[in-house]
């Protein structure tokens, strides 16, 4: 069973990862990641929202929390997901 605090991690970290596509400056399946993310994010809750969701409904989502200090960004956990291509 999913408790409202690792659904809530959940969501943060997958629009943290979106972000992060979002925002690659390598073109990867031609765009198709990168398009997805954008599309994606464009009604992706913010964390002020998820705050509000949590006050409302707080057995579905438990408030969002900051990272610790020294923990690894998401930008930096994230290994590349497709080789670059040199036959094209």
Known sequence: MTTPAERTKAVV???NFLQ???NAEE????GLVQS???GLL???PLDVELDASASALPEI???PTAERLGELTARA???PLFAARTDE
């Open 77 to 79: 956990r994230v290994a």
């Open 27 to 30: 073109v990867t399946i031609r």
């Open 61 to 63: 989502w438990a408030r």
């Open 42 to 44: 464009r009604h992706y």
């Open 13 to 15: 970290d997958a629009r």
């Open 36 to 38: 997805v993310a954008i």
């Open 20 to 22: 992060l596509l979002s």
